[in-house]
Nanobody, 123 residues
């Protein structure tokens, strides 16, 4: 099992930037990919971005493509998410997740989850 702890988030103004970090511990040797999901109030949990744990594969959902960067630091077990030009529609609880698969883009393929961190974008 991989233990995940998210940091960052909070209240951000429209047009501002968001920087989230996720610290992974435990069985990180089983990780194929890491991802950030978000869940808006009353909505399903959706993928925002994902990154392979060993090569250069990344994936971004269309709504953040071009204004978001996911990165990793394998030696420290960290995954970061930056989103620029924030919009009120980016308001959500953001979750870090780990998958055994190398290119997972759907929630059922992620087996370990953090507790989530609230991001609120004020208009």
């Amino acid at each position: 099992q991989v233990h995940l702890v998210e940091t960052g988030g909070g209240l951000v103004q429209t047009g501002g930037s968001l920087n989230l970090s996720c610290a992974a511990s435990g069985r990180t040797d089983t990780v194929g990919a890491m991802a950030w999901f978000r869940q808006r109030r009353g909505k399903e949990r959706d993928l925002v971005a994902a990154i392979n744990w060993s090569d250069n594969w990344t994936y971004y959902v269309d709504s953040v493509k071009g204004r978001s960067t996911i990165s990793r630091d394998n030696t420290r077990g960290l995954v970061h998410l930056q989103i620029k030009n924030l919009k009120p529609t980016d308001t959500a609880v953001y979750y870090c997740a780990a998958s055994h698969y190398a290119t997972a883009v759907t929630a059922p393929n992620y087996v370990d989850w953090g507790q989530g961190t609230q991001v609120t974008v004020s208009s």
